[in-house]
């Protein structure tokens, strides 16, 4: 089957074309012009477009092992199904998407695999959230009812997005210099651990450094009280550091690499460093950061070609292919869903379909706070 | 109409394109930038159109900005320095050498047919604990344990070096290029030594190509983004990752605005001093 691409992509080849020999100047200036032309004109009536036939629909992700087991256990069978095709990009992170999204025009990006009940308030609160027919969607039925209400409680029980699966930002190490042992006894405080130095990283990411920062002075992550306190921990750990990682692929390239032994790190993507085979242990603290995905749909969106796909994806043999694929437990519930052999074993899965052992962040508290901190941190991280 | 009127409209007609371009892709940009400049971020993320002071006012008063745009001044310079240094010398063997120059011209364009990323990416495989460079000293019994060496301010310098050093050597070349042999020679034969002909004469004539040299690198190495972020530690972040955070983590385009003028004034002074003193005529023959 043909892959789907985006603009860039297209754009990247034709310009590959070109440098090859394959394509004169004038063709190559030419389509590059025309095209050029053709989005200025269609992008303002984008919008209007997506009322007529929908033949396609964009989801935006977070690449690697995510995209490829979305890709080919998701998009590729639907657009089989379907006839629509799926045009998949990725982001390294929700922040950055956010920017993306923001500058563009409305219809332009259609699905988002999201990351965090704090990131779906944020787009909810910048006018970016839909309303979606769960008529569309019967797999919603499938899906853990908490997933579902932490949503609701964000969209005046309406659902702009259907959760997808969940995960913790946990403690990864390297087991050729750290112990069990010594994880469980210094937990979180590993990450400023002197003894440590220079072998240490962590997330470029403020809520992680708050988050952790919080439990590494005893505090709870969602009511933080001694806000000075935790901002020391985290100028601790920076000097303690050897690198901020940025993404998932870096995290993964600095562990197996053995630049760092500690870091925190995401639940799936350490599961696929210990399933090539890195002595590489993985322990979620008391409190550790637990969260939610989901595929949101974006305000200017072809609805029902949306929630055709959304539904098609939380079909339970679709949802337990991806979850397989990227290493993340599925949103599906336990008690209503067989999920086979493998999702028992991936880190942060719950047996009971509560996640009561998974702490989750308060959007409320996290985005209250977003602006100052993440000024803040910005500083913080630079040595201030 | 006049056939002067029509010649002098000629030109302005065959320049209209370019213009047309120049003032759609880059002051109408430049103009949303500075109006950004002056909206208010909401505590929602969603910005607030006014005219507000505030962005200035932040990015001219607080010591934070002031400081990150000196170190990266700093490390611009530094990388400049090294550039020359390591440039010159190279220019003058291209520019001196017989019959090869072309292959050697060519293997200096190398680089850039290689992503810069991929290219600024390729230390962390030669410095890195398990890199190229750690296991050949343990190989060799030079160390028991792998070096740190990745991730700081050298690696930063390191990185844009490798990136810039070719932008010097070729506006070098061409000013070498352009001095006649022969006037060393005459330097020569008056009782000079080559050592002499070279400060006295060489030299002088090719500083406008070193000085188009020094400028290029130090803009593009001020305005890097990428290397401190692939090869720096934690507080090793330039001005324009600043610009980055603000945009992107923070949401504030325009905070960010302000910033990515701040920088764009600081570097526009810098050419207009180097155009005062040089000319842009030699820069010119350079990216040529």
């Not at chain 1, 199904?81 to 045009?87: A, L």
């Not at chain 1, 047996?351 to 910005?378: I, M, R, V």
């Not at chain 2, 892709?25 to 993320?45: E, H, M, Q």
Request: charged fraction near 20%; aromatic fraction near 12%; proline fraction near 4%.
């Amino acid at each position: 089957m043909t892959k789907k691409m985006d603009n860039t992509t297209r754009y990247e080849r034709l310009r590959e074309r070109y440098m090859n020999g394959d394509l004169d100047r004038r063709s190559f200036l030419g389509l590059i012009g025309a095209a050029g032309l053709a989005y200025g004109v269609q992008t303002p009536f984008a919008k209007y477009a997506n009322a007529q036939t929908v033949a396609q629909v964009r989801f935006d992700g977070w690449g690697g092992v995510v995209s490829e087991a979305l890709r080919e256990n998701a998009f590729d069978p639907f657009t089989k199904e379907t006839g629509i095709d799926v045009v998949d990009g990725t982001f390294g992170g929700g922040d950055e998407y956010l920017s993306r999204v923001k500058a563009s025009q409305e219809g332009e990006y259609n699905i988002a695999h999201l990351s965090g009940v704090f990131d779906y308030a944020r787009y909810h609160n910048l006018g970016l959230s839909t309303v979606l027919n769960e008529d569309n969607i019967p797999n919603l039925q499938y899906v853990i009812p908490k997933l579902v209400d932490v949503f609701r409680n964000v969209t005046d029980g309406k659902l702009s997005c259907v959760p997808y699966d969940y995960g913790t930002t946990g403690l990864a190490y390297n087991r050729k210099h750290i112990s069990d042992e010594e994880m469980q006894e210094k937990g979180a405080r590993i990450l400023i651990d002197e003894a440590h130095k220079g072998k240490i990283a962590g997330w470029s990411d403020w809520r992680t450094r708050m988050w952790y920062a919080a439990l590494q002075t005893g505090q709870n992550p969602n009511n933080i009280e001694d806000v000075d306190a935790a901002w020391e921990a985290v100028r601790a750990h920076r000097d303690l550091s050897l690198k901020y990682w940025g993404s998932g692929a870096e995290l993964m390239s600095l562990l197996a690499e053995e630049e760092i032994h500690v870091t925190e790190g995401w639940s799936g993507r350490i599961y696929a460093l210990q399933e090539q085979g890195h002595d590489i242990g993985y322990m979620d603290p008391p409190n550790g950061f637990g969260w939610q995905e989901c595929m949101f749909v974006i305000k200017g969106s072809p609805m029902e070609a949306c929630e055709e796909l959304l539904n098609f994806m939380l079909a339970p043999e679709t949802s337990i292919a991806v979850a397989e694929g990227q290493n993340y437990p599925p949103a599906l519930d336990p008690n209503k869903v067989d999920l086979g052999d493998k999702i028992p074993t991936l880190p942060a899965f719950d047996p009971t379909g509560k996640l009561d052992g998974l702490t989750f962040a308060d959007p409320a508290y996290w985005n209250g706070n977003e602006q100052e901190w993440s000024k803040t941190f910005g500083r913080v991280q630079k040595g201030y | 109409m006049s056939v002067e009127a029509r010649e002098a409209r000629q030109p302005w007609i065959l320049l209209s394109p370019a213009l047309t371009a120049v003032a759609l892709l880059l002051f109408v940009p430049l103009l949303f930038i500075v109006v950004y400049s002056f909206w208010l971020r909401t505590a929602t993320g969603a910005d607030e159109v006014g005219f507000f002071l505030d962005n200035w006012q932040e990015a001219l008063t607080d010591a934070f900005y002031r400081d990150i745009l000196l170190n990266t001044l700093k490390i611009a310079a530094i990388t400049t320095l090294v550039c020359a240094l390591m440039g010159y010398p190279a220019a003058y063997f291209i520019a001196r050498s017989k019959g090869n120059k072309a292959i050697l011209l060519l293997l200096l364009m190398l680089p850039f047919w290689i992503s810069y990323i991929i290219r600024t990416m390729s230390w962390i495989n030669i410095l890195g604990v398990s890199g190229a460079l750690n296991t050949a000293l343990l190989s060799v019994g030079v160390i028991d344990e792998p070096i740190q060496m990745l991730y700081n301010e050298t690696t930063v310098i390191l990185g844009l070096v490798h990136f810039l050093l070719p932008f010097m050597v070729l506006n070098v070349f061409v000013s070498l290029d352009g001095i006649d042999t022969n006037l060393e020679d005459a330097a020569n034969s008056l009782g000079a030594t080559r050592w002499q002909a070279f400060t006295n004469v060489t030299l002088p004539l090719s500083l406008p190509g070193l000085a188009a040299g020094g400028l290029l690198c130090f803009v593009l190495g001020a305005g890097t983004y990428i290397t401190p972020l692939v090869l720096g530690g934690p507080t090793d972040a330039m001005f324009a990752n600043l610009v980055f955070e603000a945009i992107i983590t923070q949401l504030n385009w325009p905070l960010g605005s302000a910033l990515s003028l701040m920088l764009l004034v600081v570097l526009g002074a810098l050419v207009l001093i180097y155009n005062r003193y040089l000319g842009m005529a030699q820069l010119m023959k350079g990216l040529g």
